[in-house]
């Protein structure tokens, strides 16, 4: 059988979320007791539609890029069975578009998946603390902050 005393005066024990909000323990003290806050999920780099505006027009600069060099170099007195002048910069510059714009937008995407996962460990680890919480005690004479021992399964 457990008591509700303090271990080391003897004075009645509350439980720390009841202290926390007793106005007649002192300010300082019951701003010690307060369950931290849940951690926040955090965006990379604004994942959204400005990601995707950003990617895109990247991926554009450089396929005209690409596909500009790509006419240039390529571009000889006889193009390609089946091509007209000036394909090869289109297709090239659509191929580059396409690798631009997964590479880009991956790399966000890859962001926020790591953040996500790293608010998950921060959740479980909060969560554990919350319970920790949950199952403390407070004196108010003594300031002792601690878990009331579990009772024994002995009967005899």
């Not at 000036?86 to 659509?94: H, L, M, P």
């Amino acid at each position: 059988m457990t008591t509700n005393h303090c271990p080391q005066c003897q004075s009645p024990l509350t439980s720390v979320a009841l202290a926390a909000n007793d106005p007649a323990i002192p300010a300082e003290q019951r701003q010690g007791l307060v369950l931290p806050t849940p951690p926040s999920p955090q965006q990379s780099g604004g994942l959204g539609c400005v990601t995707l505006l950003l990617s895109f027009s990247l991926a554009v600069a450089a396929s005209v890029i690409i596909g500009g060099v790509a006419e240039l170099t390529i571009g000889t007195n006889f193009p390609a069975q089946g091509l007209k002048v000036g394909d090869a910069g289109i297709y090239t510059g659509i191929a580059t578009f396409i690798v631009a714009m997964t590479a880009l937008f991956s790399v966000f995407v890859w962001r926020q998946a790591r953040n996500d996962t790293i608010l998950k460990k921060k959740l479980v680890m909060w969560h554990q603390q919350k319970l920790r919480y949950e199952s403390e005690y407070y004196c108010p004479q003594c300031q002792f902050r601690g878990s009331l021992p579990l009772p024994s399964d002995n009967k005899g």
